[in-house]
Nanobody, 122 residues
Framework: QVQLVQSGGGLVQPGGSLTLFCEAS????????IGWFHQAPGKDREGIAY????????YYNDSVKGRFTVSKDNAKNMVYLQMNNLKPEDTGVYFC???????????????WGQGTQVTVSS
């Protein structure tokens, strides 16, 4: 079955960098999307970055564009979220999720990682 296992995260100072990892396995088709979602304390989960497994096309929410980069290594079943120039408002729980091709909204993603905490604070 499909499994998404996350790692990475932690505490970082403003302006710092972190990388999040998502091992995605069990997909039976090459045509799926991996999304990264951010849930800030007390707020709804929000999609911030997406990557197509088949062709590597990426899409970013304006809040992270230019600071975050999503990438993948198909041979390792890994998807990465490189986060640079982190801000206190980036604090929260980050989830990777798997959905059908071109999925962007939360309800289009059927499979979810366990979430990982990122705290940006001095």
């Amino acid at each position: 079955q499909v499994q998404l296992v996350q790692s990475g995260g932690g505490l970082v100072q403003p302006g710092g960098s972190l990388t999040l990892f998502c091992e995605a396995s069990g997909f039976t088709s090459d045509y799926y999307e991996i999304g990264w979602f951010h849930q800030a304390p007390g707020k709804d989960r929000e999609g911030i970055a997406y990557i197509s497994h088949s062709d590597g096309d990426t899409y970013y929410n304006d809040s992270v564009k230019g600071r975050f980069t999503v990438s993948k290594d198909n041979a390792k079943n890994m998807v990465y979220l490189q986060m640079n120039n982190l801000k206190p408002e980036d604090t929260g729980v980050y989830f990777c999720a798997g959905g059908a091709a071109f999925a962007t909204s939360e309800d289009e993603f059927d499979y979810w990682g366990q979430g990982t905490q990122v705290t940006v604070s001095s």
